[in-house]
């Protein structure tokens, strides 16, 4: 039985980490202050670094930005906020970096 459990919770936890990359990795060298622009996302999106957004913040951005039915947000090691979306009539991963700038994949 502790076997069962042990191999249950590391396949539940290495899916949890796959889904959570889906979305493009993040910069860790972005060429771009931390600025939002409403000419789109800056150069390098999505860019690593300490995000201030909370969960109801990052989930209005993504929505802001076109998509509905955003879903499973969770911030990311990189401060990138990643979860599910859908947009057009598709569903797609999304995340959203400390700049503000909204990606999908």
Known sequence: MKHILAASVLVFTAGAAMAQSASPPANHNPSTPAVSTNKGNNPGA????????????????????????????????????????????????????YQGNVVAK
Do not use: C, H
Not at 56 to 76: F, H, P, T
Not at 84 to 95: C, H, L, P, T, Y
């Open 46 to 97: 999505p860019a690593a670094g300490a995000n201030s957004f909370t969960e109801g913040q990052a989930k209005s951005r993504i929505e802001a930005a076109g998509y509905s039915d955003v879903k499973n947000l969770a911030k990311d090691k990189d401060g990138v906020w990643r979860g599910k979306a859908s947009k057009g009539g598709k569903s797609m991963d999304v995340g959203l970096d």
